[in-house]
């Protein structure tokens, strides 16, 4: 197990380096720079915009940019934004990321409490009323963009009924203690159900399908046969098996969180890594796009590997050695 993890500890540095040339590349082949728009004002000097160009390195090669900028990151250093001027990358997104954190933590516990009973009783319950009607919502779930279910839920909860806030990640500064917890926990409900609407349909129908099939396995008739409990059939035999593909479903939900709430933050106002991603993207901002990239497809592969670590532990047969 340890050599294995060492083996795809050592894979996650060329997929992060094709990761940051992709990226790079897609950034430095869109039209403009950072100072394109400000070429408008016909009162500013050319030549201003040429040695603001060349003091941010924007005139050297490209090949020559990304491998300055490469250097850097391997040393911790994710530059300086090119809008907030004088603020490190870095302190930008530690600024925001524990508000998308706790917004993941929460959309994931929420999918999990729902989906994964739902998705058993569905199946211990074939084609019963409630297996229609966890159907028909699984099928909702799926269909409905997040955006669209944002805004509905924003109209809904927020103006008609004014039961939580439509926007923001805390009414008001100055909030300590549990008034502070009870105000951003009423901010990540409604972000937070939108984010993990299409997950918990999805996670609700593998769930399913997966505990169906084991229901029908031979070995779970044959516990039954021996006088074993439904509790222990279920629990003991038939949960396990069937958590294996929702582990892997999870493997790439910690990074599909992430990037997934760049629209949900954005439709909400959620001061996240989403709604920075979003102004940076406007404006160009090519260290803090770069740096967010590397942190989500760093979080997926991570995630992946977390998924395989797991295998192991829900079916001790998964061996990696």
Excluded: C
Excluded at 165 to 183: A, C, I, M, N, R
């Amino acid at each position: 197990m340890y050599k294995y993890i060492i083996r795809r500890i050592l894979i996650f540095i060329p997929m992060l380096i094709a990761l940051t040339i992709i990226v790079f590349g897609l950034i430095k082949a869109a039209p403009g720079d950072p100072l394109t728009g400000r070429l408008m004002n016909p009162d500013i000097d050319p030549e201003v915009f040429e040695r603001q160009r060349e003091a941010l390195g924007l005139n050297d090669p490209v090949p020559v940019q990304y491998f300055h900028w490469l250097t850097n990151v391997v040393q911790g250093d994710f530059g300086e934004s090119f809008i907030y001027r004088g603020r490190d990358v870095s302190a930008l997104i530690g600024d925001r990321l524990a508000n998308t954190f706790y917004l993941g933590i929460f959309t994931l516990f929420i999918t999990i409490i729902v989906s994964i009973p739902i998705g058993i009783y569905s199946a211990r319950n074939p084609y019963s009323p409630f297996d229609y009607a966890a159907t028909t919502f699984g099928f909702f779930g799926l269909a409905v963009p997040n955006f669209f279910f944002g805004l509905v839920a924003i109209y809904l909860f927020s103006i008609k009924l004014g039961w939580l806030p439509s926007h923001g990640s805390v009414s008001q500064p100055g909030l300590e203690g549990f008034e502070l917890f009870k105000d951003k926990l009423s901010h990540l409900i409604l972000p937070g159900l939108t984010l993990g609407l299409g997950g918990t349909a999805s996670y609700m129908r593998f769930m399913r399908s997966e505990v169906l099939d084991v229901l029908s396995s031979d070995y779970i008739r044959t516990a039954r046969a021996k006088g074993m409990t439904e509790q222990n059939v279920l629990y003991k035999h038939t949960l396990r098996n069937a958590l294996i593909p929702i582990i892997t479903l999870l493997g790439f939900e910690i990074g599909a969180l992430l990037s997934g709430a760049v629209i949900t933050e954005g439709v909400f106002q959620y001061q996240g890594i989403g709604t920075l991603f979003i102004n940076s993207i406007g404006n160009r901002d090519y260290p803090v796009i770069m740096a967010i990239n590397l942190l989500l497809g760093f979080t997926i592969l991570v995630g992946n590997l977390l998924a395989d670590i797991f295998y192991s532990i829900v079916d001790p047969r998964i061996r990696y050695d």
